[in-house]
């Protein structure tokens, strides 16, 4: 039996700064099919993949119209044939990477796409969205620091967008691995992130990063979800070991005319060069694989960390899944102050 529920839709492809190709409606949504669980969302994650689909620059992405976010925590609501209701009882917390569908009050998700969320991080809202980034976010990260660029104690790395969410959560995991960080971001945050650790943060807007990097010998690891051009830039700072980790692809978003480019060139030049011998430096495009048994350890490993509470997750801003909030979350992407992660309230609380 279908229900009617309120979901974001990316309607078509446009770089209208009026996004009227974005919205909040209503709509039935089936009962859950096979293996499928029904998820109540109280946060779905909002990202620049979530701004890329609106233009429809992301790679690979499903044709209009769509429904954005990537990622979730709800509570299972019901279950469809043959879902095993030992892994996901109804009325218990889980988190989701589904790339599409969790900009919703409703969503099926394939069950093996979800992770139990512990008791311990259910008891407060607070908890409940720091949860919500670690699923895609942080998850993100925690791959590329632990499994993609093995950082290790007294490495240097460079990060791109240190007060993003994923470049928060690399800073975080890298500090606590021992690495000396060095990074990008607005002259606003500079303070916060050299308090919390950063030993130098440079000015985004300008290049000063490469000389002054070049000068120390080189990095052991960068991570640029830039693209394009940056990720050129960010080769020319390793060391004679070091790896570029290449994720997202936002420089074309972040750009001041905004127009879309594709990706593609770009991804394969980054492959390419993974494969030719570079002297010791090595390149790597990194992507979360929603659901995987690594995707699985790495999110019980970052609730161990939150749990005892080794990591503290930021949240810069949350809003709510009405249509004025949906396009303001896209308006606001990539230019307002704070540090952390970016939300939609689906059914969390307002305080």
Not at 65 to 93: C, E, Q, W
Not at 245 to 270: F, T
Request: glycine share 10%.
């Amino acid at each position: 039996m279908a229900t009617t529920i309120r979901k974001a839709v990316i309607s078509s492809f446009s770089t209208d700064p009026s996004l009227s190709n974005v919205a909040v409606v209503s709509a039935p949504l089936p009962a859950p099919g096979k293996k499928e669980i029904q998820v109540r969302v109280l946060y779905a994650g909002f990202s620049g993949a979530d701004v890329n689909m609106a233009r429809g620059t992301y790679p690979m992405q499903r044709k209009a119209p769509l429904t954005s976010g990537y990622s979730l925590v709800g509570v299972v609501a019901a279950l469809g044939a043959n879902a095993d209701a030992s892994r996901s009882p109804i009325g218990s917390y889980v988190a989701a990477v589904t790339t599409y569908d969790a900009q919703a009050e409703l969503v099926n998700v394939a069950q093996r796409l979800l992770c139990p969320v512990p008791p311990e991080l259910t008891g407060s809202d607070s908890l409940l969205r720091q949860v919500a980034a670690l699923s895609l976010d942080w998850a993100t990260a925690y791959g590329m620091v632990e499994h993609t660029a093995r950082v290790q104690a007294g490495q240097k790395v460079f990060i791109h967008g240190l007060s993003g969410a994923v470049g928060k959560g690399l800073m975080s995991l890298c500090l606590l691995r021992g690495a000396t960080v060095y990074g990008t971001a607005s002259v606003r945050n500079h303070a916060s992130l050299e308090a919390a650790g950063a030993t130098k943060v440079f000015d985004y807007r300008n290049k000063d990063w490469i000389a002054a990097l070049r000068a120390t010998g080189g990095v052991n690891a960068v991570f640029d979800p830039l693209g394009f051009e940056s990720w050129d830039e960010s080769f020319s700072v390793l060391g004679e070991t070091g790896i570029l980790v290449g994720y997202g692809g936002n420089q074309a978003a972040l750009s001041a005319d905004k127009k879309p480019r594709s990706p593609w060139p770009w991804i394969a030049k980054l492959v390419t060069r993974s494969l030719l011998p570079l002297g010791g430096r090595r390149t790597s495009f990194y992507f979360i694989k929603p659901g995987s048994a690594g995707w699985q350890a790495d999110m019980a490993a970052l609730m161990g960390l939150l749990r005892e509470g080794r990591i503290t997750v930021p949240i810069k801003a949350v809003w709510d899944l009405d249509t004025e909030g949906l396009r303001e979350a896209h308006r606001s992407w990539g230019s307002m102050p704070g540090m952390g992660s970016l939300l939609i309230r689906v059914a969390g609380e307002s305080a």
